[in-house]
Structure formats: structure tokens, C-alpha cells
């Protein structure tokens, strides 16, 4: 009885994260689709084939699920491990004297989440304009965002190599913008720019705008 009670468990755990991803998918295509505002609850649900009951069970509001929609998307681009807690970062960490390095290692890993994230925040970035529970939930990924670029400036920084009178919450700015999920989004869908074209203008504009001049 103990056994088929933890399989029933199982099997329960397994139906609920089934749901869960069918509910995110249809959150994504309707959000993209028809935009914060203008995307029901009830669009959703239909989309997912679960009652709106159901959706609401497991993500509450409509601004919970957009703010999980985000969370997840970024895991599932990163592969549930942080950009830097990567082996490709961790390793420029320990081995770079330099910053072109650290700045590769960093773009390489956080430039696939972009292109899996911009469009998605985009939706949230407009629905926070006129919705201030989606603004807060915009502005917490945003707080997550400058952590993770704030570790970058940090390794140049000591590693002496931030350009002169450049100061760390400046440098963490440009980080922000360059890398950023409104960045991406206008250089791929309003300017038509390849994933490749755009992940090498990022590494290349990062070292202009921070590092050192070389000699």
C-alpha cells in the first residue's frame, strides 16, 4: 500500500507539471499573440485545453502567470543554472587577466536567454505601463537582470580593467542596456539582425564601451 501510494503521488506530481507546462505554452502564444492586456484568463485556458479554474489553481492572477511565464522561460534557456554559475563563466573567472575574456564568457552565456526572453518580457514591459502589479513584476526580473550583469563589472573591475573614470554603476548601466531584452528585441524584429549578428555586436560593444584602450 505504501509503494502504490507514493507512485499515485508520482503520477499525480507528474500530471500537475504536465499542466503546468500546457498552461505556460498557451500563456506565451497568447500573450505574444494579442498582448498583455487584450489575453484572458479564459483565452489561455481554452488554448490549453484545462478549465480556467485549473489555470487559476496553479498560477492565481493573470500578472502571477505572466511573471511565472517569464521565470520559466528563462530556465528553461539556461537549463535551470544561473549564467553565472555556467562552466564556460566559471572558468574565465578563474583563468582571465584580461577583460575581453570575461566579457565573451558572459555574452555567450546569457545570450541565449535573450533570444528565448525578449518578446516575453516585452508584453510585460507594456502591460506595466498601465498595470502597476505587472510593473512590479517587470521591475523584479529587471532587480534579478542588474545582479547578474553587476557580477561582470565586478571581475573587471577587480581585475583593473574598467575604463578610466568609468565607475561601476555606470558600467553596470551600459551592461544592462546592451544586453538587454529591449535591446534584442529591437535589433532582431524591428532591424531583421540574425541571432549571430547581434551576439557578436553585444560582445563587441560591451569591450568599447567598458574596457581599458589597449596599447
Known sequence: LGMARVKT????????EASRRKVLRAARDTFL???????????????SGLAVQTVAYYFGTK???????????????MGDVAPIERPGWERAMAT??????????????????????????????IGGMTDPEVQDIHQFHENWRARDCGKLVDALNRIHSLREGLDEHTANDVVLTVLG????RVLSVDRGWDSEKIHDWMKHSIKALLLKPQI
Open 9 to 16: 503521488q508520482q503520477t499525480r506530481r507528474e500530471q500537475a
Open 33 to 47: 499573440e494579442a498582448g498583455y492586456h487584450a489575453a484572458t484568463m479564459g483565452q489561455i485556458a481554452e488554448r
Open 63 to 77: 500578472p502571477k502567470l505572466m511573471s511565472e511565464l517569464i521565470a520559466a522561460t528563462v530556465r528553461r534557456a
Open 96 to 125: 582571465a587577466t584580461e577583460g575581453g575574456p570575461l566579457i565573451d564568457a558572459f555574452v555567450d552565456e546569457v545570450h541565449p536567454v535573450l533570444m528565448a526572453v525578449a518578446r516575453v518580457v516585452d508584453v510585460a514591459r
Open 181 to 184: 531584452p529591449d535591446t534584442y
